[in-house]
């Protein structure tokens, strides 16, 4: 079955500072990975996804993943934090084993604190 | 750039009562997800449509049911309402059939908020 796993349910960094928010996955066959953002009370929002290509992903805000297929990681990272960065972020897995919409499927969850 | 759309944004229903909820994906979206997030937890995948027909179906209870419209608009409708069932509740769409290929990425809605009473 496809999971992926995030092993910290909060990081704290400083304004300014660079930030990375770990994942890792486990799936047969070739991973569809992606990074979503969610603002208190609202939807999750698409950062970016990795499904081929390079292993440096960049997305919206300055966001960047960094796919290791060895370290089966998938690990989100900024390179200078900004406070309205504050955040819970989710990492996903596409799952299509099921049926041909491949449903995502979740990690935990990472609370991002970013102070001034 | 349109969103998707998802009503009512709260909801307050009393045990045993039925809600439908309502999602209109953004436009050229063929397929439409609904997810489930309880509080402090991450989205659950309930019940996915595809061009119309169900294709993939999660934890989703026997007490809910959805559908998706000829016009792409999806509804999921839930009834015998239980306190366990007060959650956000997301829809999500992406083309799967678009000009440009599939699109995996799913473009979520800003959720229904149940509460059970």
């Known amino acids: 079955a496809q999971s992926v796993a995030q092993p910290e349910d909060q990081v704290n960094v400083a304004e300014g500072n660079p930030l990375t928010v770990k994942c890792t996955y486990s799936?047969?066959?070739?991973?569809?990975l992606f990074w979503y953002v969610q603002y208190p009370n609202r939807g999750l929002q698409f950062l970016l996804k990795?499904?081929?290509?390079?292993?440096l992903v960049k997305g919206s805000y300055g966001f960047e993943a960094e796919f290791n297929k060895s370290q089966t990681s998938f690990h989100l990272k900024k390179p200078s934090a900004l406070v309205s960065d504050s955040a819970l972020y989710f990492c996903?897995?596409?799952?299509?084993?099921?049926?041909?919409?491949?449903?995502?499927?979740f990690g935990q969850g990472t609370t991002l604190q970013v102070k001034p | 750039a349109a969103g998707v759309i998802q009503s009512p944004r709260h909801l307050i229903k009393e045990k045993r009562e039925t809600a439908t909820l309502k999602c209109y994906p953004i436009?050229?979206?063929?397929?439409v997800y609904w997810y489930q997030q309880g509080p402090g937890q991450d989205p659950q995948f309930l019940i996915s449509?595809?061009?119309?027909?169900?294709?993939d179906k999660g934890s989703i209870p026997d007490r809910f049911s959805a559908q998706q419209f000829s016009d792409y608009h999806s509804e999921l409708n839930m009834s015998s309402l239980e306190l366990g069932d007060s959650a956000l509740y997301f829809c999500?769409?992406?083309?799967?059939?678009?000009?440009?290929?599939?699109?995996?990425?799913?473009?979520f809605g800003p959720g229904t908020r149940l509460t059970v009473t």
């Open positions: 996903a897995v596409r799952d299509a084993s099921s049926g041909n919409t491949g449903k995502l499927i």
């Open positions: 799936v047969s066959g070739n991973p569809y």
């Open positions: 990795y499904i081929t290509g390079d292993n």
């Open positions: 436009p050229r979206h063929d397929t």
């Open positions: 449509f595809y061009e119309k027909m169900q294709s």
């Open positions: 999500a769409t992406c083309p799967l059939r678009g000009l440009k290929g599939p699109q995996y990425e799913q473009y």
